[in-house]
């Protein structure tokens, strides 16, 4: 584990140097959620009682998800990763004396982190000082805000679980992309990047609140925000658990018969 | 010009010899803006309309910013891939060629992907005609072509703009994300429904509202039909970015490795 950790750390530390691109970024996040919260306040305005969840709620939704972008945006592979295993250049990393899954998977969470933490913090900040109900209201009490912050490390772990069995799926595809396109799209419809969950329609609705895309985002920025609460909050955690158990046991299934299949030559 | 058909053809023949994964980004850039009117479909049918607008006039507001767009990122392809012109010093050898810089740049790259997106904008705009949004008259038919062509310039000056800014910062500024990415995206609601604020802000500044907003109140039968001619007026916008490139071409110099 204490290998894995390291790696974990070394990947974070090399994250945390691109400050300035993360400043940057910081502007563009903001004025994106700005952007959306005015369209959901034209909607609010005409038809106050057609909305699914409470304005404050949505409100906490879009500043959370403009701050923890990073951390769950799907369509940010590790192109470097996918290039190994095309180019071959994989086998440099099956010589360490650690386990693929393991280390990729580190990697991924460490990569995760450090953009995220980065950017979360002013845009938090920022959100919170705009008026309610259109800002973001920090006012939650402390068990509400350890589940969500139990929830987001569960979001992580689905989110990079997934990203990992497609790496792990690139071991017995020639051309990755045609999956990373559909799972990206998938994700967008099904994981409330598009609209929250509460907007979709019933049907698309309850397929997308069980699929592992409904266990990523969704989860944690309604916590937040309230809209998620009581014994729903212990069955929407169920479900992240069990799709990171899935994706974990299924990625690393995937992995392990795509090395078997692998034969390094010499030279 | 017989130049740059003459490249427009070698970068189509160079992107159909990977078929498939030429299809495949088709697909990619087309699920995106679908995902995008998808949500617009969703909200609309659960509120009814916005601002007074349907879902038809959404979609027909939608398909002239998503025209421009694709047609500004298909043949400005090169000042979007600014950063990577000038960071692998191709931009010195294009300075002592007896052609335009504007030109070189242009005969660069193209991105003939992003046409797929065009598809989607026509076929948006004959659901939208079909259902009657708009009491088309050939006036109001021309004045659409005008929405159209004149977004697509004033996407083609924020590229210019993005790429002279590169002369300064040697990299792309995410920063311009918003007015580029981020115009297609909002350009899915007229731009009047975000209020006030954003409306000045994109008649007066990045005039993105008088190929959008403005014009689409004369299609829609709300405003005068001056209106109709306000996208000749954002053309204006490339004077503003045609001197910040200057600048930037004379800031630039080599390292003449």
Redesign the interface.
Known sequence: MRRYIAFFKMRLMAGLQYRA?AL??L??QF??GG?EL??Y???WL??PE?F?MGMEALAAYVWLQQAFLTLFALWQWEPELIHSVRTGAVAYELTRPADLYGMWMARSLAVRLSRGLLRAAPVILLGALIPAPWGLRLRITPAVFGLFLLSTVLMLLVVCAFTMFIYALTFHLT?P??VM??S??AA??LGGA??PLP???EGLRRIAALSPFGAMQNVPLRIFGGDIAGAAILQAMGLQVFWAVVLIAAGYVLMDAGLRRTVIAGG | MRLYFRFLSIHLKSAMTYK??FF?SC??HL??T???F??VT??L???????GYTLPQLALCFSVILSATSLAECFARGFDAFPKILREAQFDRMLVRPRSLTMQILCQDLKPTMLARLLQAVVMLAWSVRSGAVNWTPAKAAVLALMILCGACVFFGLFLIYAALCFFTLEG???M??FTD?AR??GK?PFG???KG?LYVLTFLVPLALVQYWPLQYLLDRGPAWYGLLPLAALGFLVPCTLVWRMGVRHYCSTGS
Do not use: C, K, Q
């Open positions: 691109a940057a970024g502007s563009t004025v994106w952007m005015l369209i306040r034209a909607f005409e038809h057609r699914p051309d992309n045609g396109v559909l990206t799209a967008d419809l598009i609209v907007f979709l329609p | 498939a994964s495949l697909v990619g699920l995106v679908l995902n995008t998808l949500g969703f909200l049918d659960r509120f009814g309309a916005i601002g500024l995410e920063v994300n918003i981020g995206e909002y609601y429904v975000y209020g954003v």
